[in-house]
């Protein structure tokens, strides 16, 4: 059996606090949490590859995978990769699965910290034609032809058994690494990273990074939650606080009347 499961790189301040991490890239959260549920249901005969696309530093997140167990890692590298949408990233995934090949199943985290557009793995699975189960728990049994999977689906948790090959997503995340093996790690680090680029997977420029990509990203602004805002705090019987009400969205007197409690 083979399991592809699609990681994404994300900044390591989005994440965990400063001089938490070493690297500047760690893996994204929803992506860790699918990693290591497949990681704990894989049996004998079974293969995990880790594939990522990103800037050379997808590599020490690709690290990561290995030192927590997987098999194979490939990093999905080129220039004109860049300033992907969720369009564009989906295809080239899709190139990568179809070149390793004979893949029964595979998974992705619900969305990423830095773009939470949950869109890639619907794109993905379209693109591959195979089924999408999203809202993923936990996968609790796996065969060459079946995967025994929980999800949540509103206040309930469903028991479905899905047939392969199929793409799910999870919906869970995490920012613990549950099992890593520090011999593991340090072998990942001498490890050199397979690494795949735009000729290797046979994709026509104009379907890949900006070319290929129906949204553009024109500006990010950074919101500051704690900014407190003023406040109007209205107390008083049903008349006099109507008044204030239609005094605020008139912009008569800031919004303020008096009134007798």
């Not at 290591?36 to 530093?57: A, F, L, V």
């Not at 999905?76 to 893949?103: N, P, Q, R, W």
Request: charged share 30%; glycine share 6%; hydrophobic share 40%.
């Amino acid at each position: 059996m083979r399991i592809v499961m699609c990681i994404k790189p994300v900044k390591k301040e989005l994440v965990y606090k400063e001089n938490e991490h070493l690297e500047n890239l760690v893996i994204n959260p929803y992506d860790l949490y699918a990693l290591q549920n497949i990681i704990e249901m894989k049996k004998e005969g079974t293969e995990i590859i880790c594939i990522s696309m990103g800037p050379e530093g997808a590599k020490e997140a690709l690290r990561r995978c290995i030192a927590l167990g997987v098999d194979d890692v490939i990093h999905l590298s080129d220039k004109h990769f860049a300033g992907a949408d969720t369009i564009a990233t989906s295809y080239v995934l899709k190139k990568a699965i179809e070149k390793i090949g004979d893949v029964d199943l595979i998974c992705c985290g619900q969305k990423t910290v830095d773009g939470e557009t949950g869109q890639v793995v619907y794109a993905l699975s379209e693109q591959l034609g195979m089924p999408c189960i999203a809202q993923v728990e936990t996968i609790m049994d796996l065969s060459v032809e079946n995967a025994s999977i929980e999800r949540e689906n509103g206040e309930c948790i469903e028991k479905l058994k899905v047939r392969l090959p199929a793409v799910i997503s999870y919906r869970n995340c995490t920012t613990i690494y549950k099992k890593i093996n520090l011999l593991r790690l340090k072998r990942a680090k001498n490890k050199e990273i397979v690494v795949w680029n735009r000729n290797d997977l046979e994709i026509d420029r104009s379907m890949c990074g900006l070319k290929g990509s129906k949204t553009i990203v024109q500006d990010v602004n950074k919101i500051n939650p704690m900014v407190k805002k003023e406040q109007t705090i209205l107390d008083g019987d049903i008349e006099n606080t109507a008044m204030i009400i239609k005094n605020i969205i008139l912009g008569k007197d800031n919004g303020v009347c008096t009134y007798g409690k």
